[in-house]
T-cell receptor, first 111, second 115 residues
Framework: SQQGEEDPQALSIQEGENATMNCSYKTSINNLQWYRQNSGRGLVHLILIRSNEREKHSGRLRVTLDTSKKSSSLLITASRAADTASYFCATGTDSWGKLQFGAGTQVVVTP | NAGVTQTPKFQVLKTGQSMTLQCAQDMNHNSMYWYRQDPGMGLRLIYYSASEGTTDKGEVPNGYNVSRLNKREFSLRLESAAPSQTSVYFC??????????????FGPGTRLLVL
């Protein structure tokens, strides 16, 4: 069973627009991580946010975490064609570092 | 630093054949993981190793075995491959200490097709 579920499943936007995707999870977490995967490639780590943090930024990326609602969001501002990829949230719930991944959001950014 | 490396990149097996997927990391991480990714899905944990000499089952361990050869290397073995094991396999590593987990870094993946 999947701990995290991303919404929407797919997102199509134009360059320059913002893209927002959400992740909901079921049980208490230690941390939540967002990853990007280009077609047929490995996963690239974007941001790790711990359960006692509410917001983190990295370049054009902004992640929020609301533990009361068991949800997180990833905002990509001023999107570029190179942002076209699948984005996954993954939750860490134990001290061994195991992650549970959602099914991902496919983002397509058209020029 | 190479980060996390995996071999081979691609492999085709016949049902019943065996093979070992190799993974190595050069980041001095204590924890290593094997995941599989099926089309349109997220990654699912097969096995993990919290430290050298220890391994434990993840969400989908059936049909697989692992070996944590040393701190750097963590291999995944399919003893008798089945078509249901057709997937992309990712190895990852991270530093975990005192319940605190850091970023997991992933290898490029191994595409496995079982006929």
């Amino acid at each position: 069973s999947q701990q995290g579920e991303e919404d929407p499943q797919a997102l199509s936007i134009q360059e320059g627009e913002n893209a927002t995707m959400n992740c909901s999870y079921k049980t208490s977490i230690n941390n939540l991580q967002w990853y990007r995967q280009n077609s047929g490639r490995g996963l690239v780590h974007l941001i790790l946010i711990r359960s006692n943090e509410r917001e983190k930024h990295s370049g054009r990326l902004r992640v929020t975490l609301d533990t009361s609602k068991k949800s997180s969001s990833l905002l990509i501002t001023a999107s570029r064609a190179a942002d076209t990829a699948s984005y996954f949230c993954a939750t860490g719930t134990d001290s061994w570092g195991k992650l549970q991944f959602g099914a991902g959001t496919q983002v397509v950014v058209t020029p | 630093n190479a980060g996390v490396t995996q071999t081979p990149k691609f492999q085709v097996l016949k049902t019943g054949q065996s093979m070992t997927l190799q993974c190595a990391q050069d980041m001095n991480h204590n924890s290593m993981y094997w995941y599989r990714q099926d089309p349109g899905m997220g990654l699912r944990l097969i096995y993990y190793s919290a430290s050298e000499g220890t391994t434990d089952k993840g969400e989908v361990p059936n049909g697989y075995n692992v070996s944590r050869l040393n701190k750097r290397e963590f291999s995944l073995r399919l003893e008798s491959a089945a078509p249901s094991q057709t997937s992309v396999y990712f190895c990852a590593s991270s530093w975990t200490s005192g319940g605190l987990q850091e970023t997991q870094y992933f290898g490029p993946g191994t595409r496995l097709l079982v006929l």
